[in-house]
């Protein structure tokens, strides 16, 4: 997990440390519920899971939904975009690099690729790196676009999965 200043890093810190405050006493009530009476713990026990499974599953919806709602606002303030066009499959594709905004440095990268025939966005990635470098694979096989130590690349004609993710927001 990166944390880009001291203040960050202390606001998870304390958010941990209330979030487990929280659930310890969460658990002690359902602890309390279950054996409260020698009679009826297994059907007590069901309906605490059955709550449990419900909390767990607006917990878990919720934090995902924010986290991309987050990354779809951060994508949104791309600028200063460039555009580069494929050259070894005869312009079939159209590359656009933008830098958006991101805590810390200026070398956060979104990647947008669209089809020359239609204009459709077909992928999109986001990614850190000091340069808006992209590599044309020779014989239009693949688009590399983060030469950096873990490289990352788009198969040419994009995947199914990159298309449907393309269409999201």
């Known amino acids: 997990m990166d944390f880009y200043s001291f203040g960050m890093a202390q606001l998870f810190v304390m ?3 209330y979030g487990l405050i929280a659930l310890s006493y969460v658990l002690f009530r359902t602890l309390r519920f279950i054996f409260s009476a020698k009679h009826g713990r297994a059907q ?5 899971l ?8 607006v917990t878990t919806v919720t934090v995902l939904g924010l986290n991309y709602a ?14 580069e066009i494929s050259d ?15 805590p ?22 986001t990614y850190t790196h000091p340069e808006r470098k ?3 694979a020779i014989g239009g096989e693949r688009l590399v676009y983060n030469t950096a130590g873990n490289g990352g690349s788009i198969s040419l004609p994009p995947s199914w999965m990159d298309r449907m993710r393309a269409k999201l927001p």
């Open 15 to 17: 958010g941990m440390f």
């Open 44 to 48: 007590r026990s069901l309906q605490m």
């Open 50 to 57: 059955k709550v449990w499974l419900q909390r767990i599953t």
């Open 134 to 136: 992209l590599t044309w």
């Open 70 to 83: 987050c990354d779809v606002e951060r994508r949104s303030t791309a600028r200063s975009c460039r555009t």
């Open 104 to 125: 810390g440095n200026d070398f956060n990268i979104r990647l947008r690729l669209y089809s020359n025939r239609d204009g459709n966005l077909l992928a999109e990635r």
């Open 88 to 102: 070894a499959d005869g312009g079939l594709y159209t590359a656009e690099l933008c830098f958006i905004d991101g």
